[in-house]
Structures are given as structure tokens and as C-alpha cells.
């Protein structure tokens, strides 16, 4: 079992920054999970943003934010991070991290994540 824990969300101007930290806490690990984000505006499906499968390994990016984010995993397997630069206001959404075990054709899917965070919120303004 893994326990999830979003932070670093907030408020920030259209063409700012923010990274986003998922930590594994009470003594749990990513170990043997791939890590993902995903968000989810209100009234919309939950969307994939990025992920990576086993560290070392290229993160996969969604199409929405290709060129504008950079995922990263510890070496400890305690941490994922979110880098978000050029944010736009269609990026505001509560930002979601989960940790499953899909295989590479399905990584995008939030189906395949088996334990998630409560959410940390970002807001883009115009």
C-alpha cells in the first residue's frame, strides 16, 4: 500500500510557474509503482498530465501540456515532482497524483492507479 500526499498548488498569473510535489508518507515507498499525475477541472473526466513508470525512465507527457511540464521521480522513491512553467488558465484544476501498476500502452489511464492523493488545487488566472 502506498499513502499519497499533494502539495505545492496555488495561485499563480497566466505564463507562471509551479512545481508540484507527491510525497509517499507514513513510511511507504513508490517502489514497484509507477507514479502519475492526472487533474480534473469541475464538470470535466480526470485527465493525465504525466507519468513515469520506473525511475530512470522517460516520463510520459499528455498532450495538453507537452513542452510545459517536466515529471521527475527521487532517488529515494518517496517523492514525485511536477515542474508546470507557461501555465495557462485551461490548466486550472485540482492536480491529483497516483501510484498503480499499468503497462505502458495503458499509463494514461486513471483506471490503472490503485492509490491516490486528496488533491492539491491550481489555480491559473488570466
Known amino acids: 500500500q502506498v499513502r499519497l500526499e499533494e502539495s505545492g498548488g496555488g495561485v499563480v498569473q497566466a505564463g507562471g510557474s509551479l512545481r508540484l510535489s507527491c510525497d509517499a508518507t507514513r513510511g511507504t515507498t513508490f517502489s514497484n509503482y509507477a507514479v502519475a499525475w492526472f487533474r480534473q477541472a469541475p464538470g470535466k473526466e480526470r485527465e493525465f498530465v504525466a507519468a513515469?513508470?520506473?525511475?530512470?525512465?522517460?516520463?510520459s507527457i499528455g498532450d495538453s501540456v507537452q513542452g510545459r511540464v517536466a515529471m521527475s521521480r527521487g532517488d529515494g522513491e518517496t517523492t514525485a515532482s511536477l515542474q508546470m512553467d507557461s501555465l495557462k488558465p485551461e490548466d486550472t484544476a485540482v492536480y491529483y497524483c497516483?501510484?498503480?501498476?499499468?503497462?505502458?500502452?495503458?499509463?494514461?489511464?486513471?483506471?490503472?492507479?490503485?492509490?491516490w492523493g486528496q488533491g492539491t488545487q491550481v489555480i491559473v488566472s488570466s
Open positions: 513515469i513508470r520506473r525511475r530512470g525512465d522517460n516520463a
Open positions: 497516483g501510484a498503480g501498476r499499468p503497462v505502458l500502452s495503458a499509463i494514461r489511464d486513471p483506471l490503472n492507479y490503485y492509490y
